[in-house]
């Protein structure tokens, strides 16, 4: 069975420190962050920490089609909800 086609966005958050260096305070945020908590705990053998939050989101907000152009928008705005047709020319 294939996958649905449905709008998804993910995202990450990524917090990373010493605990012997920093505390609880993050040193280092981003993409790397948990290699260089890694890397430093291979370095300095400190106890280090990484918190990632991941969110994920799935469709998209309801089109609003009320308003197809400005014409329109400034035609119903006169005039109620009736169209008017644009001058002639």
Same mark, same amino acid.
């Given at each position: =069975?294939?996958? $649905? ?12 420190? @010493?605990?012997? @260096?920093?505390?609880?305070?993050? =040193?280092? %945020?981003?993409?790397?962050? !948990? ?7 291979? $370095? ?9 939050? =991941? ?11 009320? !308003?197809?152009? %400005?014409?329109? $928008? %400034? ?15």
């Amino acid at each position: =069975m294939p996958f $649905a086609d449905r709008p998804t966005f993910t995202s990450r958050d990524v917090r990373a420190g @010493c605990f012997v @260096c920093g505390g609880s305070d993050p =040193m280092w %945020i981003g993409g790397h962050a !948990q290699g260089v908590a890694a890397r430093h705990h291979d $370095a300095t053998k400190h106890q280090t920490w990484t918190d990632v939050y =991941m969110a994920v989101r799935y469709g998209e907000y309801p089109v609003d089609d009320r !308003q197809t152009d %400005i014409e329109d $928008a %400034i035609a119903s705005a006169s005039s109620g909800t009736r169209r008017v047709a644009p001058p002639p020319r």
